[in-house]
């Protein structure tokens, strides 16, 4: 008798430990995901002194880049670093690759250790480097599967666990609904949604139709966990309309906060903010600076900023001021992120030389910013650069510039500051019969596995043949 007593105060014990530990996980997941626009995990972007000028403006929840678990539990130092945090951000997500529970569960663990409020699940991320290791969007081939993986891990981990998709991997294979539900069954605490698929990247509109419809089938089921919509958000006002016309939770925003860091205040004040050219000035140098705090205020300091500062010019050369009154019509439109947005004729050469799209031009300003001792002084040499021989030539004749492919993407390291191109492979000797036929068969009955898994293969153009 005593021992079944026993037994069942140890289990209503462990009851109780298991629903205030939900208990806390969901709070944190309403506190931190609901009603917020969030910082995306932003590659090369979203590093920490760019985090904290975000956090300045009132941004209160943000994601890391991406970070590849198994390079983490290697003791990578560049891995190692993204885990840290600002001391104004005021919750922080860690954004993690993986395609397996167990890796993923350790990685959580050095996460938890870090100090992370929550982490993400990336199964959205289009690039070669980690499609082709079958990590990010290539894991929305499987809703099973991943519903599998995001369960293990949701079940080792002590903090909450959200999973960023995309709608598919291609148009033709649009699977969004399932993988929606196979995470919200799996346990996850929140969901976000960018509404492209992998195979678009961005160049067609994010597509909010579908990203409305997740959030609605989401509600019929019963959850009630967070859905963030993502993709093409500019402007406070597109911010707001988004949130009310797809019934999401909150929204996430990307290019956005590079272009404007701040558009976390325009979203609190629901106003936009009328700022002037010297203001701007004054935002950019205290990233400078803030890159000094992060990475030291010498020549290694400077090498290591020069990755990310001038970097950074690609985007705040992108802002032009877009009143409301103004351009609100516009948006409903066509995203105004989308439009080519002309600067005004009558800009002044100071505000010509910020949406200046030239490499060299950035690495001026940057280089200006870094160097000068005040705000004052940084307006008054970039002034200096505006009218200077050397910037009107850039003017005349052009400068390099980098697409936009290049701008959001994990390509492979090359020296401080510059992307370089992937060296070609020697080719491989000519297979015989035999090891054509085999890897024929092996092919074959790994897309019988993805069918078997409720998968869905690639779209293949020769089929409509």
């Given amino acids: 008798m005593n021992l079944k007593y026993g037994i069942r105060l140890i289990l209503l014990i462990c009851v109780g430990l298991c629903h205030k530990t939900s208990y806390a996980i969901c709070s944190t997941s309403q506190k931190a995901l609901k009603g917020q626009m969030i910082l995306a995990p932003l590659s090369r972007g979203g590093n920490l002194p760019f985090r904290r000028l975000c956090a300045d403006f009132g941004m209160e929840t943000a994601f890391s880049e991406m970070i590849y678990a198994r390079s983490l539990l290697r003791g990578d130092a560049v891995e190692l670093a993204r885990l840290r945090r600002s001391s104004n951000e005021k919750y922080y997500g860690v954004q993690i690759a993986t395609n397996n529970v167990e890796e993923g569960v350790h990685a959580i663990r050095e996460i938890e250790k870090s100090g992370a409020d929550f982490v993400d699940l990336n199964c959205g991320c289009p690039i070669f480097e980690a499609t082709r290791r079958g990590l990010g969007s290539s894991l929305l081939r499987s809703p099973k599967k991943l519903g599998k993986l995001v369960a293990g891990i949701v079940e080792g981990s002590n903090i909450p666990v959200t999973v960023k998709i995309r709608l598919g991997c291609e148009v033709d294979t649009i699977n969004c609904s399932a993988v929606a539900e196979a995470v919200r069954e799996a346990g996850a605490s929140a969901l976000t949604i960018h509404g492209r698929t992998a195979q678009q990247g961005y160049s067609r509109?994010?597509?909010?139709?579908f990203v409305k419809r997740i959030a609605e089938e989401g509600r019929r089921d019963g959850s009630t966990i967070p859905i963030i919509g993502n993709g093409d958000i500019l402007t406070?006002?597109?911010?707001?309309?988004?949130?009310?016309?797809s019934k999401v939770d909150s929204v996430m925003v990307g290019r956005g906060a590079l272009t404007k860091p701040w558009i976390f205040k325009e979203f609190k004040d629901g106003d936009?903010?009328?700022?002037?050219?010297k203001?701007?000035?004054?935002?950019?140098?205290t990233l400078a600076c803030y890159m000094k705090d992060h990475f030291g205020d010498d020549v290694m300091g400077r090498k290591k900023s020069w990755n990310f500062l001038p970097w950074h010019f690609e985007f705040f050369a992108r802002y032009v001021d877009l009143p409301e009154e103004e351009f609100s019509q516009q948006s409903v439109q066509q995203p105004l992120i989308q439009n080519r947005l002309i600067l005004p004729n009558d800009a002044s050469p100071l505000e010509t030389?910020?949406?200046?799209r030239s490499t060299e031009t950035?690495?001026?300003i940057a280089s200006i910013l870094w160097e000068s001792a005040s705000n004052e002084d940084a307006v008054q040499k970039l002034q200096q650069l505006a009218e200077s021989h050397k910037f009107k030539e850039i003017l005349l004749n052009g400068g390099s510039k980098q697409k936009e492919d290049e701008v959001l993407s994990n390509l492979p390291k090359g020296k401080a500051g510059k992307w370089e191109k992937r060296r070609g492979r020697t080719p491989a000797p000519k297979r015989t019969e035999e090891e054509?036929?085999?890897?024929?068969?092996?092919?074959a009955a790994k897309k019988k596995r993805i069918l078997d898994e409720g998968g869905e293969l690639?779209?293949?153009p020769s089929h409509d043949r």
């Fill in 205 to 209: 509109n994010a597509d909010w139709d």
């Fill in 236 to 245: 406070h006002y597109e911010a707001r309309r988004r949130i009310e016309e």
């Fill in 272 to 277: 936009s903010w009328n700022i002037d050219v």
């Fill in 279 to 285: 203001e701007r000035i004054e935002i950019y140098r």
């Fill in 353 to 356: 030389l910020l949406a200046n």
């Fill in 362 to 364: 950035h690495d001026f």
């Fill in 436 to 443: 054509i036929a085999e890897i024929r068969a092996e092919r």
């Fill in 458 to 460: 690639p779209y293949n």
